[in-house]
């Protein structure tokens, strides 16, 4: 065995004892006459000691040539270490060495693996493997296994089955681009790489799985953000002979237990919002409800009078930023100039501060006096001390703006703190969304989503207005999981995929298999699918999830480490009767 004992497993309890330890070393110290070593591996980090009077000559030599990262075996006994460190689950011992191999030496590594490291993004995605070594990542990555394994017990201990589907499928239309793999058995033809399991797990329900989940890689060619991969990974779930509710109550369980046993935190039953209220009072469906701002729209105190920028918008709306009334011109302009930059896109901003005598003070005293800005705090729950922020224009693109000034100011005054959780399910989402670009109807969510029953009426008069039996899990202002009831009903499905623009033949070329699956019994079902990477990085209490993959890309989508995707010889392409016709 090349060891006995890990690096963070010896104490106190086996002092006298002799071990055999194997590892990297972090760092040495050499004063002459006694060297120490810290030695390390996944599970911490032990101090060796090689004294000039107690340690074999040949043994003392070797351990002054060890460089950082070195790979080591050492053989000695546990002794009790004179200057403790308290801050290491080892410190209260140290080995004595006897006996001392190399079994890998290392070269100067481009940056200090050290908690605190030397080394930038790129340099350590570059060398992964070595970043890798790092406690922050190496315990990012061991708490992504912990969370994985907890959801694993959740829902096999309520009888769902663990089944894996295929990667190599056909493409079809999900929203985002596909990966595509060409065939080579199969001359002009190519597979696509899943965006999910979608039609794979309703066929389970059709084959009488009755209780499915994987956790499965999912590929979409898409733009790139610090939240967002090209490969990404689902808790994919599917249920058979349920109803919204059901599903709502087994997740929402799901959710509690990885709180509870992840992070020792209760959490009542979840609150639910519809789509229609989210959008109206956060601006958007993900809305994070750790702290209040809720949007007060002020048309009918704001409008009508001499001010024009108001007057010609199709909406007024503000928040109240508490505690801010405080804040100088120095401050308030810089919340403009946040708001004009090209990614918010606001064209300005106006401010009231309601001061502590009750009085308020505006950026557009000129037009409204203090009754006026009296209904204005009204309207959006604003207090003595706070700062009224207000955006106006575009009744979509002002919601959306206002969302994300409620975001920042929110993250300024340390609102969103990252060991408080405030999940929530948001329900009741349109089921269609018209694009006017190709001008016809898109799946909100996909084609397979099952309107509310009691909007079916309108699904030829008024398809804008069904409501689709979708629901979205929300944790922190991040969608955590979504899902929905799936159509069952061949006819059903057909008439889907006409308002959505398919003809019978595309339909039937596209997803001929699920409709012909659906002819031969298909019971009701649903399911939902939780992006585990996010999960795991919330529950971690960070805001990006690159460190909770052990290999992630960067935001082109690239592989710097093992320099991928990259170009394929002539010898290549010919035998996959590929031809690239690139701009020169």
Not at 97 to 117: G, H, K, M, Q, R
Not at 172 to 196: C, H, I, W
Not at 312 to 326: M, T, Y
């Amino acid at each position: 065995m090349y060891r006995s004992h890990n690096c963070g497993q010896l104490n106190a309890t086996h002092i006298n004892k002799k071990v055999t330890l194997a590892g990297w070393v972090q760092k040495s110290r050499d004063k002459g006459f006694m060297i120490w070593v810290d030695l390390r591996d996944r599970y911490g980090i032990t101090q060796l000691i090689f004294d000039e009077q107690r340690t074999d000559k040949a043994v003392f030599e070797k351990a002054k040539s060890l460089g950082r990262e070195f790979v080591i075996q050492v053989k000695g006994t546990v002794i009790e270490r004179e200057s403790k460190n308290p801050n290491m689950t080892t410190g209260d011992i140290e080995i004595l060495v006897s006996e001392l191999t190399l079994l890998n030496a290392s070269i100067l590594p481009p940056f200090t693996i050290e908690d605190e490291t030397d080394g930038g993004e790129d340099i350590r995605m570059k060398y992964r493997y070595l970043d890798i070594r790092r406690n922050p990542v190496k315990n990012s990555l061991l708490f992504r296994h912990k969370v994985a394994m907890e959801v694993r017990k959740y829902l096999s201990d309520l009888d769902f089955c663990e089944v894996e589907t295929p990667y190599l499928i056909k493409s079809t239309p999900e929203g985002a681009r596909d990966f595509v793999v060409p065939s080579r058995m199969n001359e002009g033809q190519f597979y696509a790489l899943p965006q999910s399991p979608q039609t794979f797990k309703q066929l389970l329900m059709v084959g009488g799985m009755d209780k499915y989940f994987q956790i499965v890689k999912c590929f979409r060619d898409e733009d790139l953000r610090a939240d967002r991969q090209p490969e990404f990974t689902q808790i994919d779930c599917e249920m058979a002979f349920v109803e919204q509710e059901d599903i709502l109550n087994v997740f929402e369980g799901l959710t509690r237990h990885l709180l509870k046993e992840i992070k020792g935190i209760d959490v009542a039953e979840f609150p639910r919002m519809t789509y229609d209220y989210a959008m109206k009072t956060y601006g958007n469906d993900k809305p994070d409800i750790r702290f209040d701002m809720k949007f007060g729209e002020l048309n009918a105190v704001a409008q009508h009078k001499d001010f024009p920028v108001f007057n010609s918008a199709e909406l007024v709306v503000g928040i109240a930023a508490p505690g801010c009334a405080s804040y100088t011109r120095k401050e308030i302009d810089a919340l403009i100039d946040w708001v004009k930059r090209p990614q918010v896109g606001a064209s300005g901003m106006v401010y009231v501060k309601c001061e502590e005598d009750g009085t308020f003070k505006s950026s557009v005293d000129k037009f409204y006096d203090q009754d006026d800005l009296k209904k204005w705090a009204e309207a959006t729950n604003a207090k003595a001390g706070d700062l009224i922020l207000v955006l106006s224009g575009n009744a979509n693109k002002t919601r959306t703006q206002l969302s994300a000034l409620r975001m920042e100011v929110a993250t300024r005054l340390g609102l969103r703190k990252p060991d408080e959780f405030a999940p929530l399910w948001v329900v009741d989402f349109p089921l269609l969304e018209w694009d006017e670009e190709s001008e016809r109807y898109h799946a909100m969510h996909h084609p397979f989503t099952s309107p509310k029953p009691e909007d079916m009426k309108l699904i030829e008069t008024e398809p804008g207005k069904v409501r689709a039996n979708a629901y979205d899990m929300v944790l922190n202002g991040n969608e955590i999981g979504g899902g929905s009831i799936r159509i069952h009903d061949k006819e059903l499905q057909s008439r889907m995929f006409s308002l959505l623009g398919f003809t019978p033949e595309q339909a039937q070329d596209q997803f001929g298999f699920l409709m012909n699956a659906f002819q031969f019994g298909a019971p009701p079902h649903g399911g939902l699918a939780f992006g585990l990477d996010r999960l795991v990085a919330i529950l971690g209490g960070q805001e990006t999830i690159r460190d909770f993959i052990a290999f992630p890309k960067n935001n082109s989508g690239r592989d710097v480490m093992i320099d991928a995707p990259s170009a394929i010889d002539e010898a290549q392409l010919k035998e996959l009767y590929i031809k690239l016709d690139l701009p020169q």
